[in-house]
């Protein structure tokens, strides 16, 4: 069953004057529940638009959205329950908290559904604990916290809500590796437990062999390709030529491949990189064999 | 919604007004304005029309953005034309249980609100053909001479120029905190005024928040490029009058001219 359908999703900015562009154009997708999915394309290619339109945050000009096979236009009024079914994450989310304590800016997201006290106090500690937060940090001032805490107590605003489908735009940008490996830690294990479906907007193309279990890449306001890693992966030259990097493992694997190596096609993580390699090595491989 | 605000907006464009010397449009916009107040009969205030439908015709500027620029100044046009209306005394029109209007209240009212209207849409004008920064950088030197009185004038125009930049930078950023708020289920549509107040807590304080880090990073960007204030500062782009900007002041002091005479000769209507 698809959590979330398209059906010729278009979106045209400034319709109607010179300004006209399709940042988006015909894009018909179904995504499965409880997979994670990573999302990669340049900048431009309608990757944020796309997000967008899942949690009804921009309309579509042409086309439709179904979210557990609802259109979810349908009601515009009541478009905001869709945002709470489908939990989006922005760039650089450490710019909308607002709140005296980290605790009442995580309750933000659940205050709004009209939860009863008892269940929102419980939402705020459960996503505290699945992004980290200890106890004596959730009376603090968000502000006092930093960088890479106060992305934590944004992501954990929205996981409050306890969306089915989380989405995250590039959740990592601008944090060192630590906080980087933390943070998609914590989502891949968030996504484990709670068997949530997950779409991760990346640039990092490690971060999305390593954590995610499709891929879909975008170019050109359309989606390009939609498919397992591994087959995205497998076709690394294609998506060079996009101008996108494939990860560095899959760079290599790609040149010794072409210098006649017999070594597989689908190596895009440095896990499997090492088996491949311990494997020619037992067999005593050669060049050119 | 945010995308509608025309004040301080500028229309890129090649005509003669554009190329004038940004002082000589803010001393003939000056000019222009303490003209349309002191006009006392109708005929001097047609040549006001005339000039200010001329400038338009030659800035190139569409028509319709003169009405956009009114826009928001309506409320006020409405107030002072009742105001006048219903306050001036003399000959009675109406007299009515507490309304009382008068011929010459009327007539106030009117001329009133075609004055206003010349204004807003000759200072439009004014910010329509000259870019932000041309404007200030014009400011600052026509302010000079108030430096004598240790006026701080290159500050005040380095704020200025500051301020118009962020404007849409700030829009853009709203844009994205309300998104980002919207996404967590803010309702910012439904509701009373005082809940739509409310509201707006969640986006106003990210948004102080993110403006204070602006200005600190601006500034922090701004010493390491060894901004020290007006100190030793040259310019890249010298203001120069050329004659352009003599036959613009001698077109506007003629039109002047005729509504002072007018004013003299002319009897005094209002």
Redesign the interface.
């Known amino acids: 069953m698809s959590v979330i359908k398209t059906e010729h999703l278009t979106h045209t900015y400034s319709q109607g004057t010179s300004y006209e562009r399709a940042a988006i154009s015909d894009i018909n997708l179904e995504i499965e529940a409880g997979k994670m999915i990573g999302i990669i394309g340049h900048t431009g290619s309608g990757k944020s638009t796309l997000i ?1 339109h899942f ?1 009804g ?1 921009l309309r579509p000009t042409e086309g439709k959205i179904y979210v557990d096979g609802e259109d979810i236009w349908e009601k515009p009024k009541e478009i ?1 329950k869709v ?2 079914r489908v ?4 760039q650089y ?1 450490e ?4 709140e005296d304590t980290v605790y009442q800016d995580i309750a ?2 659940p205050k ?2 009209g939860l009863s006290e008892e269940e929102i106090d419980r939402r705020v500690k459960e996503a505290a604990l699945f992004v980290g937060l200890k106890d004596d940090q959730m009376e603090k001032s968000p ?1 006092e916290l930093s960088g890479g805490q106060k992305r934590r107590v944004a992501i954990a ?2 996981i409050a ?1 306890s969306p089915e489908v989380l989405i995250l735009d590039e959740p990592t940008a601008g944090l060192d590796p630590k906080g980087r490996d933390r943070i998609l830690g914590q989502i891949l294990e968030y996504h484990q437990e709670q068997k949530k479906t997950i779409l991760l907007v990346s640039h990092s193309m490690e971060d999305v062999a390593k954590y995610t279990e499709q891929v879909l890449v975008m170019n050109h306001s359309r989606v390009d390709m939609f498919d397992d890693v591994e087959q995205v992966f497998s076709r690394s030259k294609e998506i060079e030529a996009m101008g996108l990097a494939v990860p560095q493992v899959s760079r290599v694997f790609l040149s010794l491949r072409e210098k006649g190596w017999p070594v597989p096609q689908n190596v895009y993580t440095v896990e499997r990189a090492k088996e491949a390699l311990e494997r020619i090595m037992q067999q005593g491989g050669k060049a050119h064999a | 919604m945010l995308k509608d605000i025309t004040i301080g907006q500028y229309f890129p464009g090649h005509s003669v007004l554009h190329r004038l010397d940004p002082r000589m449009k803010i001393l003939l916009t000056i000019g222009y304005i303490v003209m349309l107040f002191t006009v006392s009969n109708p005929l001097g205030l047609g040549v006001g029309i005339l000039f200010l439908i001329f400038a338009y015709a030659i800035s190139k500027i569409p028509p319709k953005m003169i009405t956009k620029s009114l826009k928001p100044v309506i409320p006020i046009i409405i107030f002072t034309t009742l105001l006048n209306m219903f306050f001036v005394k003399g000959d009675p029109l109406v007299d009515w249980w507490i309304f009382h209007i008068s011929r010459q209240g009327l007539l106030t009212a009117v001329v009133m609100t075609i004055r206003i209207i010349c204004l807003i849409a000759g200072t439009s004008l004014l910010t329509y053909t000259t870019s932000p920064i041309t404007l200030t950088d014009g400011l600052e030197r026509l302010m000079k001479p108030l430096k004598k009185i240790h006026f701080p004038v290159h500050e005040l125009s380095m704020m200025m120029t500051i301020a118009l930049r962020f404007i849409p930078t700030l829009i853009e950023e709203t844009d994205k905190i309300m998104n980002a708020q919207k996404a967590r289920g803010a309702d910012l549509e439904s509701g009373g005024v005082i809940q739509r107040a409310k509201a707006l807590v969640p986006i106003l304080i990210p948004l102080f928040v993110s403006a204070f880090r602006r200005a600190d990073e601006l500034a922090l960007a701004m010493e390491c490029r060894c901004y020290r204030g007006d100190v030793g500062r040259t310019r890249m782009k010298q203001l120069h009058y050329s004659w352009q900007d003599g036959v613009a002041a001698a077109v506007t002091v003629l039109c002047i001219g005729m509504v002072v005479v007018v004013n003299i000769f002319a009897p005094v209507v209002f």
Request: charge should be positive; glycine fraction near 14%; charged fraction near 10%.
């Open positions: 967008q949690n945050l905001r945002r709470f939990g989006l994450v922005f989310p710019y909308q908290l607002f933000f997201g709004n559904m502000f605003g929205v809500m």
